[in-house]
């Protein structure tokens, strides 16, 4: 099969899953973003690099975001806000993660690929993406492509597409994001 193809395949994957999730979803994980203090990204594997890229956006954008590991991650509370990521819902760090910034009075909200697991039972909000993950059965993917991908691919442009709405409410000033863009490269 060509790549032309195969790209059609994915786009329209892509599409099909991210028909479902509705306008005042997206605009409920925007608001708490809004409200929190500081706002702390956790996941792990690949979905981890894609959050990373969401917490450095929202970092351009000038909110305090921090990526959770990190050494200048700093103390989380009761203003504040947890996003994760994972397309199986039972990843153990995670999950653990949000148990910690929940006593400490975080909200956690997430992106999830399974909709009855034990991270989206954690969680105070979440958007499912049912694309498939490392723990689904193989006769019941969604997707043609390896576990895990669909879930990443669809997180990453409603990541996206998040971020782009922030960037056009606060007047898509493309200056004041490059003067915090790092300058050490």
């Known amino acids: 099969m060509s790549p032309v ?13 991210l ?13 708490a973003i809004d409200k929190a203090e500081k706002i702390f990204c956790a ?21 305090q975001a921090f990526f959770v590991g990190e050494t200048i991650t700093p103390k989380i509370g009761r203003k504040d806000i947890m996003i994760v990521l994972s397309g199986s819902g039972q990843t153990l760090l995670t999950y653990e993660l949000i148990n910690l910034g929940r006593k400490r009075g975080a909200r956690a909200y997430g992106l999830v690929g399974v909709e009855n ?23 019941q993917s969604v997707s043609i492509q390896p576990p ?8 990453f442009i409603l ?13 898509s000033d493309p200056q004041a994001i490059l003067d915090r863009h790092t300058n050490l490269e």
């Open 5 to 17: 193809p195969l790209v059609e395949i994915i786009v329209a994957e892509n599409r099909k899953l």
């Open 19 to 31: 028909k479902h999730v509705s306008k005042e979803a997206v605009d409920r994980f925007i608001q």
């Open 43 to 63: 996941a792990q594997g690949r979905s981890g690099h894609i959050l990373r890229s969401f917490c450095m956006r929202l970092m351009h954008f000038g909110y």
């Open 117 to 139: 697991s034990p991270i989206a039972h954690a969680l105070d909000y979440f958007i499912c993406l049912p694309g498939g993950s490392k723990g689904e059965p193989p006769e």
């Open 148 to 155: 895990g991908s669909l879930f990443e691919q669809a997180a």
């Open 159 to 171: 990541l996206e597409t998040m971020a782009l709405t922030i960037y056009q409410r606060c007047g």
